[in-house]
Nanobody, 129 residues
């Protein structure tokens, strides 16, 4: 069974930074495309960022482009989301997700939440103004 555990959330002032981590266990980490999604109160879950199995391809939502960076360390079975210049509208529960993609290209990634097979419990990020 694949398990995803997020950490690194918290309260930060606008303009500040946070680094989220997601540790994955259970199967070969490099077989998975990894993504970050977020859900604010009263809103639908939305895509934040995704990274290919090799780490060579990344994608971002327009709302976070230039401020957030997704990365992965396949030796540590961990994916990261570095968040900078945070805004109050970034306040949400952030969840990481894994899409088993062993038979896809090393460059493949997806922003569609329905494509992901496993999800973490989420970590709260609150940005105060």
């Amino acid at each position: 069974q694949v398990q995803l555990v997020e950490s690194g959330g918290g309260l930060v002032q606008a303009g500040g930074s946070l680094r989220l981590s997601c540790a994955v266990s259970g199967r070969t980490f490099s077989s998975y495309v990894m993504g970050w999604f977020r859900q604010a109160p009263g809103k639908e879950r939305e895509f934040v960022a995704a990274i290919s199995r090799s780490g060579g391809s990344t994608a971002y939502a327009d709302s976070v482009k230039g401020r957030f960076t997704i990365s992965r360390d396949n030796r540590k079975n961990t994916v990261y989301l570095q968040m900078s210049s945070l805004k109050p509208e970034d306040t949400a529960v952030y969840s990481c997700a894994a899409d088993f993609a062993e038979y896809r290209s090393n460059w493949y990634y997806t922003s569609v939440d329905g494509d992901y097979d496993y999800w973490g419990q989420g970590t709260q990020v609150t940005v105060s103004s």
